[in-house]
């Protein structure tokens, strides 16, 4: 069965630097796509990066980047230059398929970030 | 501008009766998902719907129920068999079925039951 494990709970980290919020995962198929999303504290979850288990070079979206390493079953979120409205919390996720019956998309724990001055 | 509408965003009911959350799209996305968060916790899927009149349970759908008559209606429905009803729901969408599609998250019901 697929599974995404966040190891830090919590992470600080002061304006304008970099920080990788880590995630690793679990899977047998060799097809599955990893999302990274955002919560604020209003609750809604924001798209941000996506990643194909296929794609030869990492997804960079702005200040967001993934570092992938399929070897190691892993998917780290980089944010550069953090700004204080990057505080939330930061869930991974893993989509397997194609396939009917497991298109589903599965969540870590998340991490919560914030950001100080 | 397209979306997906959740309503309400609070709900209090009481315990033993049932609650029937709101979740439409204006997307056109064929898929839809719903989620349940509870604190301090990732999101679990209750329930998710890739055709109308057709759905599949997700991996805690004890307690609850959906239907999807049209394309841009999900509805959720909280049911009295649910122990632990109290939780923030989210429900989703996406545009076709695959590895790299993202799902679009609505705002979220946050339902207290006492």
């Known amino acids: 069965a697929q599974k995404i494990t966040q190891t830090q709970p919590g992470m600080f980290v002061q304006e304008k630097e970099a920080v990788t919020l880590d995630c690793t995962y679990d899977?047998?198929?060799?097809?599955?796509?990893l999302f990274w999303y955002k919560q604020p504290s209003s609750g809604e979850m924001i798209f941000l990066i996506y990643q194909g288990s296929y794609d030869e070079q990492n997804a960079t979206e702005g200040r967001y980047s993934l570092n992938f390493q399929k070897a190691r079953k892993s998917a780290n979120l980089v944010i550069s230059a953090s700004q204080l409205g990057d505080s939330a919390m930061y869930f991974c996720?893993?989509?397997?398929?194609?396939?009917?019956?497991?298109?589903?998309?599965?969540f870590g724990t998340g991490t919560r970030l914030q950001v100080f001055p | 501008d397209g979306g997906i509408t959740q309503s309400p965003k609070y709900l209090f009911r009481k315990e033993g009766q049932n609650v029937t959350l709101s979740c439409e799209q204006n997307?056109?996305?064929?898929?839809m998902y719903w989620y349940r968060q509870d604190p301090g916790q990732g999101l679990r899927l209750i329930y998710y719907?890739?055709?109308?009149?057709?759905?599949q349970k997700g991996d805690i759908a004890e307690g609850y129920s959906v239907s999807r008559e049209k394309k841009e209606s999900f509805p959720l429905t909280v049911t009295s068999a649910q122990k632990n009803p109290t939780a923030f729901y989210l429900c989703a969408s996406s545009s076709r079925t695959g590895r790299n599609s993202p799902l679009h998250f609505g705002n979220g019901t946050r339902l207290t039951v006492t």
């Open positions: 719907s890739q055709i109308v009149n057709d759905f």
């Open positions: 996720a893993m989509r397997e398929g194609p396939g009917y019956n497991t298109d589903k998309l599965i």
């Open positions: 899977t047998s198929d060799q097809s599955y796509g």
């Open positions: 997307l056109n996305h064929d898929a």
